[in-house]
């Protein structure tokens, strides 16, 4: 933001690892006034001394609007958006939390990914459960990486928001010569793609890290896209969100990358480390691991087949081999591949 420019409103990130941090420093650098807030005050009060986040983005300066705050109630009173930024096992104590203090007006906007694992809802289901119908909620999701976001990379992404101009509105706001924002009215969609690219991700990882090559890497991306789009539209999804920034875009970005931690753990595993080991040497969340139960649990549930989603939950929970499984993936009978 230029020195003299005008603040155009505040916004409030719930959540301060390396996902939030970035968000909170796109917000400020498109002019708004952002309050960053975590549980952590040991790890607030080191960011505002530093004025980065040195644990997760220690390259990314905060911009000078940037400002953090440990009460909740402080850091969302005068937001017109609040941005959820923490892992799918805390959504729902956030939101709680968050019911108490934000006023009905503020919008609701997370980039929480991932099913609840007990009672398999999407994080916008999650929503109206605990804070009740209100049109402004959104969900951001799509082909981003945090550090890339925060070094102010180009990126692109998608908001998702039953409300069209909620959408819009939230996308201008977020926007900037080096951050684009798409919209979207399916959020069924989008939370799927988002919720399921992670499981599909440590499968890459495992698969790379085996050593079964390029084909079949792209096999199982192909082939998991059909999976993915299969149970989003057994939820009520729109087909061709699929083929876009939250569906393929960021199935490929986290089966690729090495910056996606789903796929680091894949690797690990591969290479001999327990699922234990594998997180501690990662140090961070790895939504895929639970997600693999939690996805599972919801195919099962809409009938829909998911083999390779249920072979990476084998190789994760019941100690089959990804060997096996990617055999086994391999010499299914032959179909049509438009039937999945």
């Not at 650098?29 to 309050?35: E, I, L, S």
């Not at 203090?101 to 503020?106: D, F, I, L, M, R």
């Not at 180009?154 to 101009?165: C, F, G, H, Q, R």
């Not at 096996?324 to 391999?330: Q, S």
Request: with cysteine; hydrophobic share 45%.
């Amino acid at each position: 933001m230029s020195a003299g420019a005008t603040l155009q409103a505040q916004i409030a990130v719930l959540g301060a690892g390396s996902w939030g941090t970035a968000l909170a420093i796109q917000c400020a650098r498109t002019g708004n006034a952002v309050r960053l807030w975590s549980r952590d005050a040991g790890a607030l009060a080191r960011m505002g001394t530093a004025r980065r986040n040195q644990r997760y983005l220690p390259d990314a300066e905060f911009p000078a609007s940037l400002a953090v705050e440990g009460d909740l109630a402080r850091a969302v009173r005068e937001a017109g958006d609040v941005i959820i930024a923490v892992p799918s096992h805390a959504f729902r104590a956030v939101l709680t939390d968050l019911a108490d203090v934000a006023s009905v007006a503020t919008g609701i906007t997370w980039a929480t990914k991932g099913f609840e694992l007990g009672s398999g809802l999407l994080p916008h289901q999650v929503a109206r459960a605990v804070l009740g119908e209100r049109s402004n909620i959104a969900v951001l999701s799509g082909p981003t990486f945090a550090r890339e976001v925060g070094a102010g990379l180009p990126t692109a992404m998608t908001i998702a928001s039953p409300d069209e101009a909620y959408a819009t509105s939230l996308a201008q706001r977020l926007s900037s010569a080096k951050f684009r924002a798409y919209t979207s009215t399916d959020i069924v969609g989008v939370e799927t793609g988002g919720a399921v690219k992670n499981v599909l991700a440590v499968g890459a990882g495992l698969s790379d890290g085996l050593g079964f090559g390029a084909n079949t890497r792209i096999a199982l991306i192909t082939r998991g896209l059909a999976e993915m789009t299969r149970l989003g539209v057994a939820l009520g999804a729109r087909n061709d969100t699929f083929m876009g920034l939250a569906g393929l875009g960021d199935l490929v970005l986290t089966c690729t990358d090495d910056q996606s931690r789903n796929r680091r753990f894949g690797l690990l595993l591969a290479g001999g480390a327990t699922p234990e080991d594998a997180l501690r040497q990662i140090g961070q969340v790895v939504e895929g691991y639970p997600a693999a139960r939690a996805v599972l649990k919801v195919a099962r549930r809409e009938g829909v087949s998911m083999p390779i989603v249920e072979g990476i939950h084998s190789a994760l929970y019941e100690g089959v081999p990804a060997s096996e499984i990617v055999t086994g993936l391999m010499t299914r009978p032959v179909r049509a591949e438009v039937d999945g």
